[in-house]
């Protein structure tokens, strides 16, 4: 009974997606993140925070802490990139989704996936530069970083952020961190955020809602 419930609910969404023109949501206010790509030990207990708040089986993973390593002896570096889903301003994702299963919140910027619309299709999978979304076999759902929005409504950072001993990822509004204005730990006193890096896909394909401090070796000329 349940089943058919299901099948009829995402059939109602498929005919109320073809019906209604995508407009992008303008929130009140943009949460997004910002990563110290210099500081950044690859430690990874922020994936492991993620994989353990989201319950997720082997294989799919919302955080990815990304190694970086170049150069010929005596000049070689080492850096890594840590990303998940960026919310976007404006996310492929989202006007991929046959069933309306992806959505953007306006009070935060957050952007959602309904579990209960999601048909597994994996559009959003293909279309995101960034490979947040992440198929999961044994639901044949596709699911992501949500900003630990429960975590967020409690007045508390995401798990992610909560996990990081070194204090190089945070989260607050992406407007204030782009312009230096937030008070986070994550960006030193004489260090500046700057939206791309090398190894990250092109921000002006999204506005993906991140900064980084770059390394001297990842920065964008």
């Known amino acids: 009974m349940a089943e058919t419930a299901d099948k009829a609910k995402i059939k109602e969404a498929v005919k109320r997606r073809k019906e209604v023109v995508y407009t992008p949501v303008v929130p009140d206010m943009q949460l997004g993140f910002v990563h110290n790509n210099v500081d950044c030990i690859g430690c990874r207990a922020c994936e492991i925070a993620c994989k353990d708040k989201n319950g997720l089986p082997p294989g799919p993973r919302f955080r990815r802490v990304m190694y970086v390593e170049g150069g010929t002896y005596p ?8 990303v998940s889903c960026n919310h976007c301003s404006e996310p492929a994702c989202l006007p991929s989704c046959p069933t309306g299963a992806i959505w953007k919140r306006k009070d935060n910027g957050i952007v959602d996936i309904d579990s209960t619309l999601c048909i597994g299709c994996r559009r959003c999978e293909a279309t995101c530069p960034y490979g947040a979304p992440q198929f999961i076999p044994e639901q044949n759902i596709v699911s992501k970083c949500n900003l630990c929005v429960d975590e967020i409504e409690a007045g508390r950072k995401p798990y992610c952020v909560m996990a990081c001993m070194m204090r190089v990822l945070d989260v607050g509004p992406i407007d204030q961190l782009r312009e230096n204005q937030y008070e986070t730990k994550a960006i030193g006193p004489h260090e500046e955020p700057v939206r791309a890096v090398k190894n990250f896909a092109n921000p002006e394909l999204t506005n993906p809602s991140i900064v980084f ?9």
């Open 213 to 221: 401090v770059a390394h001297s070796k990842g920065k964008v000329e």
């Open 75 to 82: 000049d070689v570096y080492a850096y890594k990139v840590n």
